[in-house]
């Protein structure tokens, strides 16, 4: 996991390359009015959506880990919490990663928590097991941008 924030981009260098890059053209689509939707960068490899969303209370949100995507989510309004651990999920309760490359569990080890705010990004990699949309105080709509990024595509 690695937080940082949009205004302090230049910062990130340290960051592989091209995920810098791609974090760096997402950023600039957003300076743009940009409606909801999925948006292409380099074909299903990478691509980034805009949604709006809501947040839950912490109970209500179960951890998700992905297998072929670095999930990166930057806050555009709202606040958000996300639960995450270093270690790998006990095991799977739901898994949808043929499908939809995402598979739940309630087995999330050493949960940590950290908070969002606006242009706040977070980065995840594969199979790390992370909590998004947990609601700080009370629950509150968000807007958000989702960057997937193949893990294949990067490492190339």
Not at 11 to 34: A, R, W
Not at 87 to 94: G, L, R, T
Request: charged share 30%; glycine share 4%.
């Amino acid at each position: 996991m690695f937080k940082g924030n949009l205004s302090e981009l230049a910062n990130y260098q340290h960051l592989p390359t091209k995920l810098f890059k791609v974090i760096e053209q997402v950023k600039q689509h957003l300076s743009e009015s940009v409606e909801n939707g999925r948006y292409p960068i380099e074909g299903d490899d990478v691509f980034f959506f805009i949604v709006d969303d809501n947040t839950q209370q912490l109970n209500e949100r179960r951890s998700e880990c992905h297998r072929k995507y670095v999930d990166v989510q930057i806050l555009l309004a709202g606040e958000e919490r996300y639960g995450y651990s270093l270690q790998p999920f006990k095991s799977i309760a739901e898994d949808m990663l043929e499908k939809r490359d995402i598979a739940f569990s309630e087995d999330i080890i050493d949960e940590q928590f950290t908070d969002l705010g606006v242009n706040d990004f977070i980065i995840f990699n594969v199979a790390q097991p992370h909590r998004p949309l947990v609601a700080i105080d009370q629950p509150m709509p968000v807007r958000k941008a989702i960057i997937k990024l193949a893990n294949d595509w990067l490492e190339a």
